[in-house]
Structures are given as C-alpha cells and as structure tokens.
C-alpha cells in the first residue's frame, strides 16, 4: 500500500472558524492533490502541487489555500469554513515524469461543518 | 477540460451476475485507472491501463484508446464487489491530473 497518510480523519467544526488537514507521504512522489467527494459529483479536484512550493487552483478551490513547504506534506486549509464545505477530502499522490503515473489515495477526511 | 460519463450510474446485481461497467472520455489520454470505493469509503486502486486489456481474477479491463472508451468486467460478482467504481483519466499534455467520472454504485444482493 502507498505510504499516503491523512489526519485527522474525522472532524466537525463550527462556520467560521479555520480549518487546516494535512496529508503526510513516505513515497518521495512529486504530485499531490487534494479532492473533495460529494454524493452526485464524484471527486472533484481543489488544488494540487507538483513540488515543493509549487501549487496550483483546480475545478473547486474557492474558500481553500494550500501549503507544500517538505515533499511530503501537503496541507488544505480552510480560511473560514462554510457549510458548503461538509465533505469527504482524499489526497492522492502520483509520480511523473516515468510512464507509470499512477495516482494512490489517502482514506479520507470526513469533515462536517455545523 | 476533458469530459469523463459513466454509464450506468447505477447498478443491482444477484450473486454469481457478470457486469459491464462503461468510461467514455472525450479527449485523448495518458493514463487510466479504474478505482472502487468499498462502504468504509477507501479507494482502492483496481487497474492503470492506458491501453490494451488486463485481468485481475474476476475483474478485467479493457480500454480502446483511440475511440475514448474502457470497460471493466466483474464476473461471477460477490457481495463484497459493492460499492461505487470510479473510472478516472489523466488528459494527454502533461496535466497529471486524474479527472475522475462520477461513479458506477454497484449493489450485490446475496
């Protein structure tokens, strides 16, 4: 199994306050990413890195900042969070720059917002 | 940015039923990874498979590149095969990124 760690694994806040998850690999993989799972969208992209201090917005990254200062961690902040934000998170991480770019996921952040 | 359907979105099946579950993408790709997410949540990860067909006991996959299509059989399906399949692509240019269709919810009744 990828070495893909994601913490904490479950939390509620409350609307307004920030919110910060992290998600720590053993992989030495370049790309991480952050997800978001919502029932009847899939997963959707919010931001992803492609190295340390590289980073970039994906489909949904409004209300979300990002943060990759090792290769290994990469955190997802909520400045302040809405309810709209109650979902599940998945990092993913994935090589490239080889022809096997295949991604792994972490086992998910279950956050509720209240 | 590129275009991933799944079909069906949902599907009941009996123990022992075989089952086609379908990703049409509308760009080309450099990658391909079929994925199940069990009732804990997790996704696993069932197969990378840019091209060509793979077989992994009862599952299989095939993905036709060139006409924007793969498949993924389960055969003599369990109850253990439920969950949600996701088909997710990595647009060809160097993107990266997987995009990923919005699911297949598998039920197997025993």
């Known amino acids: 199994d990828a070495g893909i760690t994601q913490s904490p694994r479950h939390k509620v806040t409350e609307t307004g306050t920030p919110v910060t998850l992290r998600c720590h690999q053993t992989e030495n993989h370049r790309y991480m990413y952050w997800y978001r799972q919502d029932p009847g969208h899939g997963l959707r992209l919010i931001h992803y890195s492609y190295g340390v201090k590289d980073t970039d917005k994906g489909e949904v990254s409004d209300g979300y900042s990002v943060s990759r200062s090792k290769t290994e961690d990469f955190l997802l902040t909520l400045e302040s969070a809405t309810s709209s934000q109650t979902s599940v998170y998945f990092c993913?991480?994935?090589?490239?720059?080889?022809?096997?770019?295949?991604?792994?996921f972490g086992q998910g952040t279950r956050l509720t917002v209240v | 940015g590129i275009q991933v359907e799944q079909s069906p979105p949902d599907l009941i099946l009996q123990e022992g039923a075989n089952s086609t579950l379908r990703c049409n993408f509308s760009d080309s790709v450099n990658n391909l990874q079929w994925f199940h997410q069990n009732p804990w949540g997790q996704l696993i990860n069932l197969f990378y498979i840019p091209s060509g067909t793979k077989q992994n006991g009862r599952l299989s996959a095939t993905t036709v590149a060139t006409e924007r299509y793969s498949l993924l059989y389960i055969s003599s399906s369990q109850t253990t095969d439920s969950g949600v399949y996701f088909c997710?692509?990595?647009?060809?240019?160097?993107?990266?990124?997987?995009?990923f269709g919005r699911g297949t919810s598998l039920i197997v009744h025993p």
């Open positions: 997710a692509v990595e647009e060809a240019g160097g993107s990266y990124i997987p995009t």
């Open positions: 993913a991480i994935s090589e490239s720059g080889r022809k096997n770019t295949e991604a792994f």
